[in-house]
């Protein structure tokens, strides 16, 4: 028998234990890139196209790079905090996935730009306002509803990008498109769990749909940042805004099988016309940075 509520193709027992017992093929989406020993990148051309200004393909993966490291920290901080162990287990793998994003974005940053600077360097050694993540991912954790809010808005968002940049964009940067390739994959499992746990909390008892939708609400202001093109993305040819009606027709289509209410709250106010792109964050995100960052920062140099 199969539970209506659960992701699609996956029987009531089924569990993420069952990803180890997979073949290496169908497990291939659903792990993180530091699970396996082949290169991401083998095979591909690391020589920037010569039509591609280097210091805008180099702001671009940081855009989508910190997006990925931040939310993968929010993740892990469900480690001991999930209501089960398995959903502990699942949630850390997702933040792997993306930091394994994160690690590939940020290096190929400081390649493009001609700095050299390593994932290490820009992870660790820049400063707040350098950040260029979304304001939705540094949002602290909030409830288990809300986690799960913020995880399919941002997945559902981040694989239509990817998709885009996969089929469409391939002029753009062989590197990019790799990631986005393999990223797709991964966000589609991202996206699927969260909307299995939507359903489930929307469609469950009285209590677990007020907090699902609690959740969905205090998501939705943070929701218009992501299609909101900042100007690099504009010079290299990719408009978020292109992206935000089939994303929203996705997200509206879960909230309906969840028996839930699509939110009509107006997106959170930019300061100065400046947000999370330009560097401008919410309080949530020095804390957040001053615990990734501290090891590195006590011990200039060292390696582990």
């Known amino acids: 028998m199969t539970d ?18 997979q073949s290496d093929q169908e ?3 659903r792990w993180a890139y530091g699970t396996g020993f082949a290169d991401p990148l083998l095979g591909v051309d690391t020589a920037l196209a010569p039509d591609v200004d280097g210091a805008d393909l180099s702001l671009y993966c940081q855009l989508l790079g910190d997006d990925a490291l931040i939310l993968s920290q929010r993740l892990i901080e469900w480690c001991t905090r999930a209501p089960e162990l398995e959903e502990e287990v699942a949630l850390a793998n997702l933040g792997l996935d993306l930091l394994g994003q994160a690690r590939l974005l940020l290096t190929r940053a400081g390649q493009a730009d001609g700095t050299g600077r390593t994932e290490d360097d820009f ?9 260029h993540n979304v304001r939705l991912v540094e949002a602290e954790n909030g409830d288990f509803g809300y986690s799960i809010a913020r995880l399919l808005v941002f997945a559902t968002a981040r694989r239509a990008l990817y998709l885009r940049l996969a089929d469409t964009r391939a002029e ?7 990631v986005a390739v393999r990223g797709a994959k991964e966000l589609a499992y991202h996206q699927e769990y969260a909307a299995a746990w939507t359903v489930r909390l929307g469609d469950g008892t009285p209590y677990s749909a007020q907090r699902m939708q609690a959740g969905l609400d205090a998501v939705w202001p943070l929701l218009d940042e992501l299609f909101t093109a ?24 879960v909230i309906a099988e969840a028996t839930l209410v699509v939110p009509g709250a107006a997106p959170m106010a930019r300061v100065g016309g400046r947000a999370g792109r330009e560097g401008v964050h ?9 615990e990734l960052q501290c090891v590195a920062r006590e011990h200039p140099g060292a390696t582990w």
């Open 27 to 29: 497990a291939e989406a």
């Open 282 to 290: 919410t309080e949530a995100l020095g804390p957040l940075l001053a």
């Open 172 to 178: 753009l940067d062989a590197v990019l498109t790799s």
């Open 230 to 253: 900042h100007e690099v993305e504009l010079r290299l040819g990719v408009d978020p805004a292109e992206l935000r009606a089939g994303v929203l027709e996705e997200l509206a289509a």
């Open 4 to 21: 209506r509520h659960a992701p699609h193709g996956h029987g009531v027992d089924d569990h993420v234990y069952l990803g180890l017992a």
């Open 123 to 131: 992870a660790y050694w820049r400063a707040e306002h350098e950040f």
